[in-house]
């Protein structure tokens, strides 16, 4: 049985917990929040055990295995570092980083420490990314082309998304970094972005950050291909997520958010979808999310990685190349001419 560890008690850290069920060699046993109500709460909340108001002690906790680092970006190197320093396995939650240089550090913290460390991009880890993923495989729609992928909802649940300073980014980091991964996924690894163009602008959010709230980039494969990724912090009604897959042969599309459940209410029922903006009139829940958006098959996989002592499908390393192609997008936004990516040698050994 894999213990886990989890840093942070908000968005995310419940979902982690919520996945943790699914996974049948895991179990949770330990949580951190820096305020230890909030952290009591949450192992009442998902019977998780201990719970720390200290990342050292959760991380040298002898029941602890793995750590996953469920917190605001800009506690990802700090959280790394801890984990790495008591030699435990590490999962982080997207981004790896806020820059390419600090992803580059987390890297390094795993790798000098010898860690297993696993990239919490779920995406590419959600039923639909996985069933269109198998059928690209095998061929359906013949070479694939392009891919269009739109990552949107009407702004984050918390003021650390916010603050474009200290969370690295606007839309297009907090959002990009899940179809910049699902691009590669689908294009192949080894088929390096080369070249990036971007235009951010702050719409609607100007009272809140000075980051961009919509974003749109377009990433040149070596291959030829293209994908144009859309991330948005101004789209009202709801999670969106949605790909859009074009092959010599055919066609397919993608829409983790569509619901099988939709209807008509004029009374609130509570929870009903991530950042659904309204709790009355047409309504479209999505059943399961924590399924339906990966979380789930991304923790069995990582927990069966780990188990086994082998190397997940999303690496620290995929977080980093992720974090150099977005900190192009960044500078194409700047500069207003494409870019080229460079990656680090890091990355890609000559
Ligand atoms: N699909 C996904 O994989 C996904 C979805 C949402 C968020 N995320 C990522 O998860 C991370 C956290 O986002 P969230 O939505 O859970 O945020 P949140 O605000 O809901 O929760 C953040 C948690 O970290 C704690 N915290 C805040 N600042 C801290 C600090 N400096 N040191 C220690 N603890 C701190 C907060 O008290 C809270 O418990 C972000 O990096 C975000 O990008 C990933």
């Not at 709230?213 to 999670?239: H, N, P, R, Y």
Request: proline share 4%; glycine share 10%.
């Amino acid at each position: 049985m894999i213990r886990v560890g989890i840093l942070g008690s908000g968005f995310i850290a419940d979902s982690y917990a919520d996945s943790l069920l699914d996974v049948r060699n895991a179990v949770l046993t330990a949580n951190y929040s820096r305020n230890p109500s909030r952290a009591a709460e949450f192992a009442e909340r998902w019977s998780s055990g201990a719970s720390f108001d200290s990342m050292e002690a959760l991380c040298a906790s002898p029941e602890v295995d793995l750590v996953v680092i469920a917190l605001p970006n800009e506690a990802h190197v700090q959280a790394a570092r801890i984990a790495a320093a008591v030699g435990k396995g590490i999962i982080c939650t997207k981004p790896l980083a806020r820059t390419a240089a600090e992803a580059q550090q987390i890297v390094d913290l795993a790798r000098e420490a010898g860690v297993w460390h696993g990239y919490a991009e779920s995406s590419v880890f959600s039923p639909n990314i996985q069933k269109a993923y198998e059928m690209v495989q095998a061929g359906g729609i013949g070479d694939l082309l392009t891919m269009r992928a739109r990552e949107a909802h009407s702004g984050p649940h918390a003021a650390h998304f916010w603050d474009a300073d200290t969370a690295g980014g606007g839309a297009l980091l907090d959002m990009g970094c899940h179809t910049v991964e699902s691009a590669r996924h689908f294009f192949g690894k080894d088929n390096h972005v080369t070249e990036v163009f971007a235009y951010g602008a702050t719409m609607v959010h100007g009272d809140k950050t000075t980051g961009e709230d919509t974003a749109v980039a377009m990433l040149k494969f070596e291959g030829g291909q293209l994908a144009v990724i859309e991330s948005s912090w101004v789209e009202k009604g709801g999670m969106q997520l949605r790909h859009e897959l074009v092959g010599s042969a055919g066609r397919l599309v993608t829409d983790t958010s569509v619901t099988p459940v939709w209807g008509f209410i004029e009374n609130p029922v509570g929870y009903l979808v991530e950042k659904s903006d309204a709790d009355t009139g047409w309504v479209y829940p999505v059943p399961e999310e924590t399924r339906a958006y990966g979380f789930s098959q991304q923790m069995r996989h990582f927990v069966d990685s780990f188990a086994a002592g082998t190397q997940p499908s999303e690496t620290f390393d995929d977080g980093l190349v992720v974090n150099t192609i977005l900190d192009a997008c960044y500078r194409a936004m700047a500069s207003r001419t494409w870019e080229p990516v460079v990656y680090p040698n890091a990355v890609f050994p000559s």
